[in-house]
Structures are given as C-alpha cells and as structure tokens.
C-alpha cells in the first residue's frame, strides 16, 4: 500500500529564518506527482508546491523549494525567508496515474516566531 | 473566478438525521471528489467523479452518496448521519486529475 510519512509533527522558527519539512513516501509504480499544501488557520487547502516523478529538477515557487531524491523516496519542503504568514499545517501528499487518490501524511504544525 | 466553492460552513445536525453538502466548481474541470479531514490526520478520499455521470468510491465511502448529474456540481449526501461523521469535509477538482484544487470546507458536527 502506498503510505506518506511526516515525521515532524510541529515545527516553529524565528521570522526571516529557512525550515525545512520532511516527507518520504512509498509506492512501487514510476509515474506519480508530490505535492505540499498549506492550510492556515483558516482551514483552506492551499496548492504549494507539485513535484513530477519523471522531472530530475527539483521545483521552486518563490521562497518554497523541494529536495527531491527519488531513491530515496524523500520529499523535503524548504521554506527560505519565512514570514508570519507561512504558519500552518502543512501536508505532503502523493498521487499515483495508476489510480485517483491522492495519499497524505499526517502533516506538519509550522509556527513562524516574530 | 470564484474556484471551488461549499455551502454551508458550517452545520450541526442530530443523529439520524440526513443532509446534503453543495460543490460547485466554475473552472470546468471532469475531476472532482470529496474527502474529510479529521483532527490529526491527512485528508480521506470519500468519493470522486471523473466525468458528469460517472462517479466511484474512496477509502471511506460508508455512509456517503454522491451523484454528478452536471460537470459544475457534486453533492455530497449524508444519509443519516451518525456523531463518526463529525468532521471537516472539503471538496475539490482538477482539470488533470492530479492538481487538485479546493474548497474552503464544510465543519459538520452531528450530536
């Protein structure tokens, strides 16, 4: 069965550091995307980042970049810069063309210190 | 564009009772689908569609139906409601099936 592990339930750093979030996940199958969302207190899913298997590349939106090792099955979120904003729970979540659902750890508690 | 949009809010029912969650979506996506979210944990697919009239089970259909009669909406029903059922159910879609946009949620309380 496909699993996402988050192994870092709560996390908090100073206003204007870098974090990095940890995700491994484990399927069999070759073509898959990885995602990371944020929900805020406010409670809504927000896309952050997306990951395509087949890319080496690692993606980047602005501040948020992953570390991509596919043998290794891990997943890393680094948040440069962090602003009060970027508190939430974040989650991981895998997605296989093999099948609809997308598969999501537990999440991470971020909290960005003033 | 309003995205993905969910009414109500907010909804307490009494056990036994049954309702209905709306979702709409205005980005003409085929693929929607409804999880919930319970405290602690990831989101749990319930039910998705790929299509108008096509619809399939999740990981936790028990207790759920759905229908997809336009591509636009995707309702939500709760039968009769049981207090397991207390939870944020969120819907989303996706115009490729694995980008999935979301709602703003629905927090469903059932006494």
């Known amino acids: 069965a496909q699993t996402v592990t988050q192994s870092q339930p709560e996390m908090s750093v100073q206003e204007a550091e870098t974090v990095t979030l940890s995700c491994t996940y484990d399927?069999?199958?070759?073509?898959?995307?990885l995602f990371w969302y944020k929900q805020p207190p406010s409670r809504q899913m927000i896309l952050v980042i997306r990951q395509e298997a087949y890319k080496q590349q690692n993606a980047t939106e602005n501040r948020f970049s992953v570390n991509f090792q596919k043998a290794a099955k891990s997943f890393s979120l680094k948040i440069s810069d962090s602003q009060l904003g970027d508190t939430a729970m974040y989650f991981c979540a895998c997605h296989m063309d093999s099948n609809y659902q997308l598969i999501w750890g537990a999440g991470t508690k971020l909290i960005i210190k003033p | 564009n309003a995205g993905v949009t969910q009414t109500p809010k907010f909804q307490v029912l009494k056990t036994g009772q049954s309702m209905t969650l709306q979702c709409a979506q205005d980005?003409?996506?085929?693929?929607m689908s409804w999880y919930r979210q319970d405290p602690g944990m990831g989101l749990r697919l319930i039910h998705y569609?790929?299509?108008?009239?096509?619809?399939d089970q999740g990981e936790v259909p028990n207790g759920y139906n759905v229908s997809r009669s336009t591509t636009e909406d995707f309702p939500l029903r709760l039968l009769s409601a049981a207090p397991s059922q207390t939870s944020v159910y969120f819907c989303?879609?996706?115009?490729?099936?694995?980008?999935?946009?979301f709602g703003p949620g629905t927090r469903l309380t059932v006494l």
């Open positions: 399927t069999s199958e070759n073509n898959y995307y």
């Open positions: 569609s790929v299509g108008a009239g096509i619809t």
């Open positions: 980005m003409n996506h085929e693929y």
């Open positions: 989303a879609s996706s115009r490729t099936g694995d980008t999935q946009y």
